[in-house]
C-alpha cells in the first residue's frame, strides 16, 4: 500500500500555477522541529533550505521574510527593505490568526492574506531552494525566481553578518 503524500495550500496554489515542484517529508512529533535539523532529516544542505519569518512593522504591517536555516534575520535590514523605522517578530500567539499556518508549519506561500514577502538574496544564486510546504514535517523544493513571482517577493540582503 503506497502512502498519500500529503497536499496542503501551498503545494496547491504551486501545482495550479504549473511551478516545478519536488516534496519531501521527514518523521516529527506535535512540536516543530527547528530548520537546521529538518534539512538534516531530509539530506539536503542547511544553504538550500530556508524558514519562513513573520515580523510585524511599527506601522503594524505584516512582513514576511524568508532566510537560510541556519542564519538569523536582521531586523534592521528587513525594516529598510520594507521602508519601515522598525520591525520586530510577530507574537507566536498570532502566527495561525495573521498566516493560516501554524509554528513550524508556515510556508510563504498560501497565507491568509497576501503580505509583503522578502527573499533573501543568498536564494537567487541557487537552482532551487526548500521552504515549508504548509504543514509540520512537509517541505516543498523549488525555484527561488517562481517563489518570488508567486509570492510577489524581492530579493534582498536580510541576514546578520555572520
Avoid: W
Amino acid at each position: 500500500m503506497s502512502k498519500k503524500k500529503v497536499k496542503t495550500n501551498a503545494t496547491r496554489i504551486l501545482e495550479e500555477k504549473n511551478i516545478s515542484i519536488k516534496l519531501y517529508e521527514y518523521p516529527h512529533g506535535s512540536a516543530p522541529v527547528d530548520g537546521v535539523s529538518a534539512a538534516g532529516l531530509i539530506g539536503k544542505n542547511v544553504e538550500e533550505v530556508f524558514k519562513t519569518l513573520v515580523t510585524k512593522s511599527n506601522s503594524g504591517e505584516i512582513i514576511v521574510c524568508v532566510i537560510p536555516v541556519a542564519k538569523h534575520l536582521d531586523l534592521k535590514k528587513a525594516a529598510r527593505a520594507s521602508k519601515n523605522k522598525s520591525v520586530d517578530m510577530l507574537d507566536l500567539k498570532d502566527i495561525t490568526k495573521v498566516t493560516g499556518y501554524v509554528r513550524g508549519g508556515c510556508s510563504p506561500v498560501g497565507m491568509k492574506k497576501s503580505y509583503t514577502t522578502f527573499i533573501d538574496i543568498s536564494a537567487k544564486d541557487l537552482d532551487t531552494m526548500i521552504v515549508s510546504a504548509g504543514k509540520i514535517g512537509h517541505q516543498v523544493e523549488l525555484n527561488p525566481i517562481d517563489l518570488a513571482e508567486v509570492v510577489g517577493a524581492e530579493f534582498v540582503d536580510l541576514t546578520l553578518a555572520e
